[in-house]
C-alpha cells in the first residue's frame, strides 16, 4: 500500500512538473514573439519563430525575414540594419494587417517593454526591400520608410491582391533617394484600394498596376534618378520635352533692309509747320 501510494504521489509529482513545463513554455513562446537581431547578417523564418514584433537594429549588418501563410498576421517590424532590410511574404494572408518601418520610428510607437529607443535605430540605410505575392497582403497593410535611407521598395509579384487596401509611405532625405513600387499586373497592388505616399528625390511606380493607385508624391530633386529597373511609367505631371525646334528665329537681321518696303507718298497730307528760311 505504501508503495503504491508513493508511486501514486510521484506520478502525480511528475505531472504536475510536466505541467508547468508546459506552461512556461507557452510563456516562453509568447515572451518570444519578440525576434531580434542587433548584430551581423540575420535571417529570420516566421515559420521558425514567433515573429509577433521583430527588431533589426542599426547593429546588424543586414536583415533577411520570410513569412509564409499567415506567419506575419499583424506583425509589427521595426527595421534599420546598415546594408539591407528585406521582408519576403509569399503566401495567403503572410503579412495582412502588417505594419513594418524601416528608418527611425516615431517614440511612441516604440512598445514600453521591449528595452529599445530610437536611437537604436538611427543611422544610414542601404535599401529596404518588400516583396509580395500570391495574395499576402490583402487588407490593411502599411509599410512605412522614413529618414536616412538611399531605397526603399515595395514589389507585388502576383495578379493576387498582393498589396491590396493598403499604405506605402515613403519619406527620405538623401539627395539620391528613391522610392518605388513595381506592380508587375493589374492587381497586384490593389488598384485605387492602396495609396503611396512620397516625398524624395525620386519617386517610381512601374507596372501595369500602378495606373490605378493613389498617389501623392513631391519630389525634392529636379532631376530624377535612374530606377534601378531601368523602367518607368510618366504620371503624366511632368511637361514633356519639345519635339521640334522653334520655327523662327530669336536673333535680329545683321544689316538693315537694303530697299524699303513703301514707296513716299507723292502728296503730303500735312502741311509743313515752317516756312522754308
Request: proline share 6%; net charge negative; glycine share 6%.
Amino acid at each position: 500500500t505504501n508503495s503504491t501510494f508513493l508511486s501514486s504521489h510521484v506520478v502525480a509529482n511528475e505531472m504536475t512538473v510536466v505541467s508547468v513545463v508546459i506552461l512556461l513554455v507557452v510563456l516562453v513562446r509568447d515572451t518570444n514573439g519578440v525576434v531580434t537581431c542587433d548584430d551581423g547578417n540575420c535571417v529570420i523564418d516566421c515559420s521558425k519563430e514567433l515573429c509577433d514584433i521583430v527588431i533589426c537594429t542599426n547593429l546588424a549588418s543586414s536583415c533577411d525575414i520570410h513569412c509564409a501563410s499567415n506567419d506575419c498576421r499583424s506583425s509589427i517590424f521595426y527595421l534599420a540594419a546598415a546594408d539591407y532590410n528585406r521582408v519576403t511574404c509569399d503566401g495567403s494572408d503572410s503579412c495582412k494587417f502588417i505594419h513594418a518601418q524601416c528608418g527611425v520610428p516615431s517614440y511612441a510607437s516604440l512598445p514600453s517593454n521591449i528595452g529599445y529607443n530610437t536611437s537604436d535605430f538611427e543611422g544610414h540605410i542601404n535599401e529596404c526591400t518588400f516583396t509580395f505575392s500570391n495574395n499576402a497582403v490583402a487588407s490593411d497593410g502599411i509599410i512605412k520608410c522614413v529618414d536616412d535611407i538611399d531605397l526603399c521598395q515595395v514589389h507585388a509579384l502576383t495578379n493576387n491582391d498582393d498589396f491590396k487596401s493598403s499604405n506605402f509611405i515613403c519619406e527620405l532625405l538623401p539627395s539620391n533617394a528613391q522610392c518605388l513600387m513595381h506592380c508587375n499586373a493589374m492587381k497586384s497592388c490593389g488598384g485605387a484600394t492602396s495609396n503611396f505616399h512620397c516625398i524624395a528625390s525620386f519617386c517610381g511606380c512601374d507596372g501595369v498596376g500602378c495606373l490605378d493607385i493613389n498617389r501623392v508624391w513631391i519630389e525634392t530633386h529636379s532631376t530624377p534618378a535612374p530606377t534601378t529597373t531601368g523602367r518607368y511609367i510618366d504620371d503624366g505631371e511632368r511637361s514633356p520635352a519639345p519635339t521640334q525646334k522653334p520655327t523662327t528665329s530669336s536673333n535680329p537681321t545683321p544689316s538693315p533692309t537694303p530697299k524699303p518696303t513703301v514707296l513716299p507718298t507723292p502728296r503730303p497730307t500735312v502741311k509743313p509747320s515752317k516756312a522754308p528760311t
